[in-house]
């Protein structure tokens, strides 16, 4: 079936992320990119090719998988090593996708062998494989034009295997569909994130590509998978950045996280391997994930956020509620500074009406925070207000002191408008609360209180993130199983004030 014996296959798959194997010349011919690790990856023949996912997507189909019911893929985590190492674990693509699903595929990848900043978007017409051609959509070149952020890579385009081992898996399920492919290094991770979500619509499925942890021995290989899948199904960007030997692609991950988070995606395991499974010893070893991400409607979920604030735009509604703080402390403001907040202002987003909270921390310890569910005046006037409000008059805090204000960092939430979330009990209420992306509401008559999505990540278990919110509200810690509380959910945009 292969090119090479399978000793040879399986000693080169468990140090690809460090071997730089490539053809020197031919991978791009009449502006087609090549198939590269044909031979290699995967097999170079057609029907050998064929074979082999066929074999493996019927040995992922035994997997039973829960899907979200009334829900619509959005986004996939497949990973992109050899076929006889991470074959299985990518072929579980086959439980969420199907023949024409998508009309276009953004399939991010990460850099392995080139090192450049932000990300490579190739300039061929399309990517060769033995199942065919794959041509790259308009969006691709329009994407690659319109943003400093991404560029052409010839030496990317020859050498990285990221993107490439993915594609006939989406040919063999998808069959028709057409590819933005991007190879993304270190870089403007929300810049990135933005620009990419520019070219999603209903037709559109993002795949990011990655192996998880690298080279460890088995047992801490999947003690160290199992906490970087959590934290991707709890979409906890903030870990997931800090953390090393997570994962190859995590930048493409917090791509799909950051995303999810926007949106409210629905994040579900598909399927966990590594190497020792699969291809080879226990002594080091390389993880593989297939994560689906899930979404409300099958529709451009853009158009269902409402607005939505651009990081500048947040980082001038921060800027007012400093300005007010400063103003009624009397402090100095450069009035050039003031007159360009006050013309920034004048945007038309501004004049919106939208729930608005304004938090205040001191060495990442809150200091005040106040703020309102919705709004019946423009977000500008309630930034101004909750600001004096979470500084002066949270019930918790004394007031500020004009020495304090300098070690004030400053956060501002922009909520979206609440929803009822029904539910049967206690248990079905947990599992429907999604950690990280829902504010909740509870109410039991006269009592209520609300918790911003932020508070997720000092309380991530949804019983004890309940138990304090009733404790909040003046209820016992389990009036949420026991009570039957009216329950509400919303989701933030929140920006933290830039240093």
């Known amino acids: 079936m292969f090119d090479i014996n399978l000793n040879s296959i399986i000693k080169f798959f468990l140090v690809l992320c460090m071997l730089s194997l490539f053809r020197t010349g031919g991978a791009l011919a009449d502006d087609i990119r090549e198939a590269v690790f044909a031979g290699r990856f995967y097999p170079s023949s057609q029907s050998d090719l064929l074979k082999n996912i066929d074999s493996l997507t019927s040995r992922a189909k035994k997997t039973q998988v829960k899907i979200p019911s009334g829900k619509y893929l959005k986004a996939l985590i497949l990973p992109h090593a050899g076929y006889p190492c991470s074959g299985l674990t990518a072929a579980h693509a086959s439980l969420v996708l199907s023949e024409k699903q998508f009309k276009k595929v953004i399939l991010l990848g990460p850099d392995h062998r080139v090192g450049f900043i932000n990300g490579a978007i190739s300039d061929v017409a399309g990517y060769q494989t033995p199942l065919g051609k794959v041509f790259l959509h308009n969006d691709a070149a329009k994407l690659r034009n319109r943003s400093e952020l991404f560029h052409a890579n010839k030496a990317s385009d020859l050498s990285e295997h990221s993107l490439e081992v993915l594609l006939p898996f989406l040919q063999y399920y998808l069959k028709e569909f057409k590819i933005i492919p991007i190879v993304i290094s270190q870089g403007n991770i929300d810049g990135l994130t933005r620009e990419i979500d520019m070219f999603r619509d209903q037709n559109t499925l993002l795949v990011a590509s990655t192996d998880l942890s690298h080279f460890l021995q088995y047992a801490e290989a999947v003690e160290k998978d199992k906490k970087t899948i959590q934290m991707i199904l709890n979409l906890d960007a903030d870990n997931l950045l800090k953390g090393y030997n997570y994962a190859c692609g995590k930048v493409p991950i917090l791509v799909l996280v950051s995303l999810a988070r926007q949106y409210g995606w629905q994040p579900v395991l598909l399927h966990y ?26 529709m451009d979920d853009k158009k269902n956020a409402g607005h939505r604030f651009t990081d500048k735009q947040g980082q001038v509604l921060v800027r007012l509620a400093r300005h007010t703080l400063m103003k009624k402390l009397n402090k100095k403001i450069d009035p050039v500074e003031s007159k360009a907040l006050e013309e920034a202002l004048k945007e038309d987003c501004f004049q919106e009406h939208f729930g608005t909270f304004v938090t205040l921390k001191i060495n990442d310890q809150l200091r005040g925070c106040i703020g309102n569910i919705t709004a019946s005046e423009p977000v500008k006037e309630v930034v101004r207000r909750n600001a004096v409000s979470a500084a002066f008059r949270d019930p918790r805090f004394s007031p500020l002191r004009a020495e304090e204000l300098e070690n004030v960092d400053i956060e501002v939430s922009i909520l979206t408008p609440p929803e009822p979330l029904e539910y049967t009990d206690g248990d079905d209420l947990v599992s429907k609360l999604r950690v990280n992306i829902d504010g909740v509401i509870i109410r039991k008559g006269f009592a209520n209180a609300t918790f911003l999505p932020q508070v997720w990540k000092q309380v991530p278990k949804p019983e004890e993130f309940l138990g304090h919110l009733c404790m909040k509200a003046g209820m016992s810690a389990d009036a949420w199983r026991n009570d039957k509380p009216e329950v509400k959910i919303y989701q933030v945009q929140y920006f933290d004030e830039e240093k």
Do not use: E, H, L, W
């Open 273 to 298: 391997s590594n190497s020792g499974d699969t291809c080879g010893g226990r002594s080091q070893v390389v993880g593989y994930t297939a994560i689906a991400f899930y979404g409300d409607k099958f």
